[in-house]
């Protein structure tokens, strides 16, 4: 089959289009016919090997795991002994190691049926990105003030949305060119951060996605007893990423009245079934920037960090 891989860690250049074995579904995995696979940042992190750490998972020399990509929607194609939720046929949506290839394997507990109402692509962008903001956003309240940093993004144009399935009054910040489309996802109020300040103690919750604040400024914009969620830091060391940022907010958070956190999520198939019935009761939809080919999966990867999609990428496979 083809899939998209890599020997070495580097930017988008060591990626390429290859002739691989299918892979086979044993014990509780499921084989699943790839139709499309959404495009993350991680993948960009398991790409790179960056930050550094990363490798002590991935490989210290090269990546052990050849073939990229992780969002994936799909066809069931066969399924392991133990697996007893999937089967052949099923469409599905999901997690798993390798979706940049036309079958990847994954755990049946990262994979559940995908939304009805959306396409393939469309139901491809969904798993890591809405699921991450999902379980983000498990402790906001409705009627709570919200402030969303990056909510153009990946992630934070879901956050956008599902803040305001809670309830919650969302006030969304991004750069001038996104302005319009954060009102769209249902903002009640954006800030365009290259004209305009976060205003200090002004909001009982704030999810962070852009990872380029200090802890002393997302604590600024919060009320005494808010609360602040981290899930991304892309700017700070090679070594830790901004890791350290997220490990002070843990440490500070038992001695003040500021709840502060860093999310890790799960990626399970219980938030995507939750997806799915917010998704079909058309209370958040994807937002798709550009549509690629599995042979211009690099095109794509190089996308993501050379510039800041609207939303997200998508391959078509
Ligand atoms: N914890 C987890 O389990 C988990 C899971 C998924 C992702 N993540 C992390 O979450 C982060 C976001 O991921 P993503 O896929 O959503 O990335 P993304 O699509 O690149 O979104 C980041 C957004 O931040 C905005 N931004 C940049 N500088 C900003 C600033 N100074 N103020 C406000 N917004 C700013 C960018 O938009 P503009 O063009 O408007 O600047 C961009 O839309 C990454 O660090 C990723 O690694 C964590």
Redesign the pocket.
């Known amino acids: 089959m083809k899939a998209i891989v890599h020997d070495r860690y580097g930017e988008a250049d060591v990626l390429r289009l290859a002739d691989v074995p299918k892979p086979v579904a044993q014990g509780k995995q499921v084989l699943v016919q790839v139709r499309a696979a959404g495009v ?3 993948t960009w ?1 398991l790409m790179a090997g960056r930050p550094y750490m990363v490798r002590l998972a991935t490989g210290l020399r090269g990546p052990r795991q050849r073939i990229r990509g992780r969002d994936v929607a799909g066809v069931v194609e066969a399924v392991g002994p133990e697996v007893t939720r999937l089967r052949p046929g099923d469409e599905v949506y999901g997690t798993c190691d390798g979706s940049f290839a036309e079958y990847a394997v994954g755990a049946e507990k990262r994979l559940t049926r995908k939304p009805a109402n959306l396409s393939f692509e469309e139901a491809a962008v969904v798993p ?2 809405a ?2 903001a999902y ?2 956003l498990r402790s906001l309240h409705s009627g709570e003030r919200a402030l969303i ?9 879901f956050a956008v949305q599902l803040a305001k399935a809670r309830g919650a009054h969302v006030t969304g ?6 302005v319009e489309l954060v009102r769209e996802l249902g903002a009640d109020k954006v ?1 365009d ?2 004209r305009e300040e976060i205003p200090a103690a002004a909001y009982e919750f704030v999810l ?6 200090s802890l002393k400024e997302l604590r600024r914009a919060l009320t005494p007893r808010g609360t602040l969620v ?5 700017t700070e060391g090679k070594l830790f ?2 890791i350290d940022r997220g490990l002070r907010a843990m440490l500070l958070s038992p001695f003040v009245g500021q709840r502060l956190s ?6 399970n198939f219980q938030v995507y079934d939750a997806l799915r019935e917010l998704v079909e009761a058309g209370q958040v939809m994807p937002v798709i920037d550009r549509r690629y080919s599995l042979a211009e999966a690099p095109d794509a990867v190089r996308r ?1 960090t050379e ?6 990428l998508v391959i078509t496979v």
């Open positions: 993350d940042i991680g992190h890591i990105s699921g991450t379980e983000g940093i990056g909510a153009a993004g990946a992630v934070g144009s910040v991004c750069s001038t060119s996104k800030i951060y290259t962070d996605t852009a990872g380029n604040r981290i899930v991304g830091a892309e990423g901004g860093v999310l890790v999520s799960s990626e993501l510039t800041h999609a609207r939303g997200k």
